[in-house]
Nanobody, 125 residues
Protein backbone atom coordinates (compact mmCIF):
# COMPACT_ATOMS: atom_id res chain seq x y z
CA UNK A 1 0.00 0.00 0.00
CA UNK A 2 1.28 3.43 -0.95
CA UNK A 3 -0.15 6.81 -0.11
CA UNK A 4 1.15 9.95 -1.77
CA UNK A 5 0.07 13.21 -0.16
CA UNK A 6 0.43 16.62 -1.77
CA UNK A 7 -1.00 20.12 -1.77
CA UNK A 8 0.61 21.67 1.27
CA UNK A 9 2.21 25.08 1.23
CA UNK A 10 2.42 28.52 2.77
CA UNK A 11 -0.79 30.53 3.02
CA UNK A 12 -1.97 33.59 4.92
CA UNK A 13 -4.53 33.33 7.67
CA UNK A 14 -8.00 33.18 6.17
CA UNK A 15 -6.76 31.48 3.05
CA UNK A 16 -7.46 28.03 1.62
CA UNK A 17 -5.58 24.92 0.56
CA UNK A 18 -6.65 21.55 -0.79
CA UNK A 19 -4.67 18.49 0.14
CA UNK A 20 -4.74 15.34 -1.98
CA UNK A 21 -3.73 11.78 -1.19
CA UNK A 22 -3.47 9.20 -3.97
CA UNK A 23 -3.74 5.61 -2.81
CA UNK A 24 -2.46 2.49 -4.54
CA UNK A 25 -2.13 -1.15 -3.63
CA UNK A 26 -5.50 -1.51 -1.92
CA UNK A 27 -9.17 -1.62 -2.74
CA UNK A 28 -9.94 2.02 -2.21
CA UNK A 29 -13.64 1.66 -1.67
CA UNK A 30 -13.29 -0.85 1.18
CA UNK A 31 -11.20 1.33 3.47
CA UNK A 32 -11.99 4.06 5.92
CA UNK A 33 -9.55 6.91 5.41
CA UNK A 34 -8.42 9.81 7.51
CA UNK A 35 -6.30 12.92 7.77
CA UNK A 36 -4.11 13.62 10.77
CA UNK A 37 -1.69 16.42 11.56
CA UNK A 38 1.34 16.92 13.73
CA UNK A 39 2.72 20.27 14.79
CA UNK A 40 6.30 20.64 16.07
CA UNK A 41 6.58 19.34 19.61
CA UNK A 42 3.05 17.99 19.64
CA UNK A 43 1.45 14.61 19.23
CA UNK A 44 -0.22 13.57 16.01
CA UNK A 45 -3.91 14.47 16.13
CA UNK A 46 -7.02 13.51 14.22
CA UNK A 47 -8.32 16.05 11.71
CA UNK A 48 -10.98 14.31 9.61
CA UNK A 49 -12.17 10.87 8.55
CA UNK A 50 -14.47 9.46 5.92
CA UNK A 51 -16.40 6.23 5.66
CA UNK A 52 -15.91 3.60 2.97
CA UNK A 53 -18.88 4.86 0.99
CA UNK A 54 -17.96 8.49 1.48
CA UNK A 55 -21.41 9.18 2.89
CA UNK A 56 -20.21 9.83 6.44
CA UNK A 57 -17.55 12.33 7.49
CA UNK A 58 -16.00 12.92 10.89
CA UNK A 59 -14.17 16.03 12.05
CA UNK A 60 -12.16 17.28 14.97
CA UNK A 61 -13.96 20.10 16.75
CA UNK A 62 -11.11 22.46 15.90
CA UNK A 63 -11.71 22.16 12.14
CA UNK A 64 -15.44 21.54 11.96
CA UNK A 65 -17.11 23.99 9.61
CA UNK A 66 -13.81 24.97 7.98
CA UNK A 67 -12.44 21.70 6.57
CA UNK A 68 -14.15 19.21 4.26
CA UNK A 69 -12.98 15.66 3.63
CA UNK A 70 -14.00 13.84 0.47
CA UNK A 71 -12.95 10.91 -1.69
CA UNK A 72 -13.00 10.17 -5.41
CA UNK A 73 -13.22 6.43 -5.97
CA UNK A 74 -12.53 6.74 -9.68
CA UNK A 75 -9.22 8.44 -8.96
CA UNK A 76 -8.37 6.53 -5.76
CA UNK A 77 -7.84 9.92 -4.18
CA UNK A 78 -8.66 11.40 -0.79
CA UNK A 79 -9.03 15.16 -0.40
CA UNK A 80 -9.03 17.69 2.41
CA UNK A 81 -10.37 21.11 1.53
CA UNK A 82 -9.17 23.57 4.14
CA UNK A 83 -10.81 27.00 4.31
CA UNK A 84 -10.49 29.90 6.75
CA UNK A 85 -7.07 28.66 7.77
CA UNK A 86 -5.62 29.79 11.06
CA UNK A 87 -2.01 29.93 12.28
CA UNK A 88 -2.83 27.09 14.68
CA UNK A 89 -3.52 24.86 11.67
CA UNK A 90 0.21 24.91 10.89
CA UNK A 91 1.46 21.32 10.90
CA UNK A 92 2.53 18.39 8.78
CA UNK A 93 -0.59 16.71 7.44
CA UNK A 94 -0.75 12.96 6.92
CA UNK A 95 -3.29 10.77 5.16
CA UNK A 96 -3.92 7.33 6.53
CA UNK A 97 -5.82 4.21 5.52
CA UNK A 98 -6.47 0.78 6.90
CA UNK A 99 -9.11 -1.72 5.74
CA UNK A 100 -9.69 -2.83 9.34
CA UNK A 101 -10.60 0.61 10.65
CA UNK A 102 -14.25 1.01 11.57
CA UNK A 103 -16.13 4.20 12.21
CA UNK A 104 -15.78 3.89 15.98
CA UNK A 105 -11.99 3.98 15.66
CA UNK A 106 -11.61 6.45 12.81
CA UNK A 107 -10.24 9.14 15.16
CA UNK A 108 -7.40 7.01 16.56
CA UNK A 109 -4.02 7.18 14.82
CA UNK A 110 -3.07 3.81 16.31
CA UNK A 111 -5.86 2.15 14.29
CA UNK A 112 -4.15 2.89 10.97
CA UNK A 113 -1.30 0.85 9.53
CA UNK A 114 -0.69 2.76 6.32
CA UNK A 115 0.44 6.37 6.19
CA UNK A 116 1.42 8.88 3.58
CA UNK A 117 4.67 10.80 3.82
CA UNK A 118 3.13 14.04 5.05
CA UNK A 119 2.71 17.41 3.44
CA UNK A 120 3.58 20.62 5.25
CA UNK A 121 1.02 23.36 5.81
CA UNK A 122 2.15 26.73 7.14
CA UNK A 123 -0.35 29.46 7.92
CA UNK A 124 1.07 32.90 8.53
CA UNK A 125 -0.69 35.52 10.64
Amino acid sequence: VQLQASGGGLVQAGGSLRLSCVASGLTFSTSVMGWFRQAPGKEREFVAGISRSGNSQYYADSVKGRFTISRDKGKNTLYLQMNSLKPEDTADYYCAVDPTVITSTVRFASAYHYWGQGTQVTVSS
